[in-house]
């Protein structure tokens, strides 16, 4: 049996509320035909207080290979969360979004996208909000579109913001350290975000009654 070692490097991270020193790392490591994608993140506290959920994770090789994955586990501030992602190509870019949300029933309804960035493209995000980090791009619509893709709904934010768009200059190189930035500006849940929430809220309601009539 391999024993694989995961060596963390502590980092500074500049999140959009003032720099932090978080520890985030990853490795690439080739088994047989595949590679093992790890990304480890310390993510101590967010903006809401809540979990980071509904994280996309966005993989490209050299050559225009690209992957997108929904990542179906919570991370939890102050825990150190791992994710992990096998792919059939090595990666040489890679940016990973999520939400840290508190639902309207039980706090403000409001989002803030949970990003991890190059440590370049935090230093210089600093104090910008995410218009100003990745123009011409809009907060609001780019949770509605993050959701999508998570739900499997649409891929158009995988060609149009990071195979060749906006995201793109914001990803880090696997192997190597990355910073959690996370937008300090308050995002109302855009309208087609929140039906989301609800339809699939609503689903779950009708497959517990019919669980509990049979």
Known sequence: MKTRALIVVAVVV?????????????????????????????????????????????EKDSVGNVRVVA??????????????????FSPTSTLIAGLDYIPPSGGTGKMHLVLFVSDAFAA??????FSQMFPPLQEPAFIEDLLK???????????????????????????GSFAVVECST??????PATMLFLVFGLVGVAGAMRKFKK
């Open 124 to 129: 210089s995000a600093a104090s910008k909000d």
């Open 149 to 175: 893709v998570y739900w499997g709904w649409d891929h158009t934010l995988l060609q149009n913001y990071f195979a060749n768009g906006p995201l793109d200059s914001a990803a880090f190189t696997p192997g």
């Open 71 to 88: 990542f179906p586990y919570t991370l939890a501030p102050g825990d150190v969360s791992v994710l992990s992602d096998t792919l059939i």
């Open 14 to 58: 500049i999140a959009l509320t003032g720099g932090t020193a978080w520890a985030s790392s990853s490795s690439v490591i080739q088994q047989g035909f595949a590679f093992e994608a790890t990304y480890t993140a310390n993510i101590p506290n967010t903006l809401n207080g809540s979990d980071v959920t509904n994280l996309m994770i966005f």
């Open 186 to 191: 308050f995002t109302t849940v855009p309208e």
